[in-house]
């Protein structure tokens, strides 16, 4: 499920065939009882760095926590409601949807997997 929901958020052709467009990127992972890990990204350096980052971490943590690529230019309003104003930005969020921590800039996968495990995910 968790890659479902990457490649809907990548905008992989397909991926996402029953969404709406008043679906935000999250409403899956925020329903499915399992922290969430919302990387913001844009077109920019850092942005390009993180994102091999946050794939290859979504399929080592798949069933333990989701971990979703929020695209700011296609989804201004979920940028808007986490008060993203620079990319990149990790958003941590509970099993509830309520935001725990957040990280702007450039994070190494080992210091993404410290800040998990810090937020109860192993």
């Given at each position: 499920m968790l890659a479902f929901?990457?490649?809907?958020?990548l905008g992989v052709p397909g991926a996402?065939?029953?969404?709406?467009?008043?679906?935000?990127?999250l409403d899956e992972a925020l329903t499915n009882g399992e922290p969430t890990l919302a990387g913001f990204a844009g077109e920019e350096c850092g942005c390009k760095d993180m994102r091999p980052t946050l794939e290859e971490l979504?399929?080592?943590y798949d069933g333990r926590?989701?971990?979703v690529i929020v695209e700011v230019m296609s989804h201004k309003?979920?940028?808007?409601?986490?008060?993203?104003?620079?990319t990149p930005a990790q958003v941590f969020l509970d099993s509830s949807g309520q935001e725990?921590?957040?990280?702007?800039?450039?994070?190494?996968?080992e210091d993404v997997i410290d800040q998990l495990a810090k937020?109860?995910?192993e």
């Open positions: 929901v990457m490649l809907a958020m996402c065939s029953q969404s709406t467009a008043t679906e935000s990127p979504a399929d080592e926590c989701n971990i309003d979920l940028a808007r409601q986490y008060q993203i104003t620079l725990i921590t957040r990280h702007v800039g450039y994070w190494s996968k937020i109860g995910v």
